[in-house]
């Protein structure tokens, strides 16, 4: 970072900034990519682009656009929001589901427009649930048949590749956007990209600048997030953690799900008196869709689970 070779990225010159954008979009599969310093504004962007007020979006049941951006898509964006249930796994609808969230098309002027779906590879609040490519595949043709656009919140999608063993261009294929974050467990300090077309990416610029985005010397920062693009294949370490951690909370009684990727989730009676209490033991959690969520990174260590285990079991939860 401190070595950074920066420029003004207001006026599109942080050469540093410039390799990112071209790396973030090649590894995305998609044409061009913009720089913005978080997933929330990342994900704003795109929904302001695509979203015209009188919209309905689509997006299955707590996605971070639903539950933890305080509600912009719909009121800086535009855009009503509809929660899809996961009928087709964690973190998924049906393709049926969002034929049958999207209604008849064309209804008099009073009704809403349904035009986009907003899909979450992997969705954070079902524990980082990762959506393998042949149901991307039916959910992006449902969505066309219905004339939808869609965004992909893909601040995690690493997670979802490195899971599956495919590159992240494998799970974009088809949509208009996708966003992505790089400080997801791969260290960088902070950092994002929207992704999408040319012109996508001409729109989103202006609309980024709106919301204060534009930065100046900021390739100290893509500097980090270069860095993390090439970590992306060692988070196989922290789904290894994220698998023992939860085995390890099974044994103590809880009924932790095993993860697919980086999250665990774990029910419990009462999640304030259990945060509270790990808390006192030197164990860090927060609350995410009614239940306990650790999250493994790349500076918390095997030896740090098994750790966090022993002050766990002589805590005596949940
Ligand atoms: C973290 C996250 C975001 C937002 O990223 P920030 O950089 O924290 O604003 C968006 N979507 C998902 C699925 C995330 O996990």
């Known amino acids: 970072m401190a070595a950074a070779e920066v420029g003004d990225n207001v006026i599109d010159v942080d050469p540093t900034v410039r390799e990112l954008e071209e790396r973030a979009a090649a590894v995305l599969g998609m044409p061009a990519a913009l720089w913005t310093p978080s997933g929330t504004m990342a994900n704003l962007v795109a929904l302001s682009v695509h979203l015209e007020r009188g919209d309905r979006f689509l997006a299955p049941k707590n996605a971070h656009v639903l539950t933890n951006e305080l509600g912009s898509a719909a009121?800086?964006?535009?855009?009503?929001?509809?929660?899809l249930e996961h009928d087709g796994g964690p973190g998924r609808p049906k393709p049926e589901t969002v034929a049958a969230a999207t209604g008849p098309r064309g209804g008099p002027y009073y009704t809403l427009r349904t035009t986009l779906l907003c899909l979450e590879n992997t969705h954070n609040a079902a524990g980082g649930a990762v959506i393998p490519p042949h149901e991307h595949a039916q959910l992006l043709s449902t969505a066309r048949q219905a004339g939808l656009r869609v965004h992909l919140d893909g601040a995690r999608i690493w997670h979802a590749a490195v899971a599956l063993g495919l590159p992240p261009a494998a799970l974009t294929v088809g949509v208009d956007s996708v966003s992505a974050c790089f400080s997801k467990a791969l260290g960088a300090p902070a950092g994002s990209v929207v992704a999408g077309s040319r012109e996508f990416v001409e729109r989103a610029r202006r609309m980024r600048q709106m919301l204060g985005g534009g930065m100046r010397q900021i390739g100290v920062l893509a500097a980090a997030c270069l860095i993390a693009l090439d970590r992306v294949p060692?988070?196989?370490?922290?789904?290894?953690?994220?698998?023992?951690?939860?085995?390890?909370?099974?044994?103590?009684?809880?009924?932790?799900?095993t993860p697919e990727t980086n999250i665990v989730l774990?029910?419990?009676?009462?999640?304030?008196?259990?945060?509270a209490s790990l808390q006192a033991q030197g164990?860090?959690?927060?609350?995410?869709?009614?239940?306990?969520?650790?999250?493994?990174?790349?500076?918390?260590?095997?030896?740090?689970?098994?750790?966090?285990?022993?002050?766990?079991?002589a805590g005596g939860h949940p």
């Open 75 to 83: 009121w800086l964006a535009g855009g009503m929001p509809e929660a």
């Open 234 to 257: 060692l988070l196989a370490e922290e789904h290894d953690k994220a698998r023992r951690l939860a085995h390890g909370l099974r044994e103590l009684g809880w009924e932790a799900e």
């Open 266 to 275: 774990a029910p419990v009676a009462d999640i304030a008196v259990t945060l």
């Open 283 to 313: 164990v860090l959690a927060l609350p995410m869709a009614g239940k306990v969520r650790f999250v493994l990174h790349r500076d918390v260590s095997a030896a740090d689970v098994d750790e966090a285990l022993r002050r766990i079991k």
